[in-house]
């Protein structure tokens, strides 16, 4: 029988359904392993904490507050399972809206990272100028208040191109301003290409960034 040919996965939520708890019917953590499913995303991290989850907020066209604790190292994330590779599901492409409260003692990551776990590490790590690309395949978004320039900067590794680790040359022209929203956009290509977008500008495209 003949193939169906090129195909289409989208996945997409505008958290308008069901209130999500912090907590209580999200307290899972690595011992116990698994999460909790939201819409067509599953929600991982340190959900023991009693400050960490996601909650549904009254917002225009939806959204949900997703909140973690200022431990060094304490997360919680929304994600898929381990089910893309560039070369076989190219072109990929992750956007989200992201509006912060705040724009200290946080990391926020928005792309694709190649590495998944209950606890759900941090793919990097930033402080001052520079990256520290923990992951081994990962391609976003980021803003880190540890960061000296306070804009979204463009992360990758996993490609023939070196992952830039100096922050300085991963600035983007976009500053988040708290309480205000940003949309941001990364595409990976079949060639292992990244582009970054942010408020429909594109920022960055970084050959060769993943694999």
Known sequence: MAQAG?????????????????????????ASGGGQAIGPFLL?????????????????????????NDED??????????????SL????????????RALTTRSIFVGFCGTIADDIAE????????????????????FDSQLTAKTWHAIYKGGTTTGETDSTNTVTAVSPVAGEYDVLRVEIFPDGDVEYWVNGSREYRIENAVS
């Open 73 to 86: 190292g304490k997360g919680v994330a929304l994600v898929t399972g381990l089910n893309f590779q560039p």
């Open 123 to 142: 793919p990097s790590t930033h402080t001052g100028t520079a990256h520290t690309l923990t992951a081994s395949h990962q391609a976003g978004l980021i």
């Open 6 to 30: 090129p195909g289409k996965i989208r996945l997409f939520d505008d958290f308008c359904g069901p209130a999500y708890p912090i907590l209580s019917t999200h307290a899972v953590n690595a």
């Open 44 to 68: 991982l991290g340190d959900l023991a904490e009693t400050d960490t989850g996601v909650v549904r907020v009254d917002a225009l066209s939806g959204a949900v507050r997703v909140s973690a």
């Open 89 to 100: 599901n190219a072109p990929m492409i992750v956007e989200a809206r992201v509006n912060m």
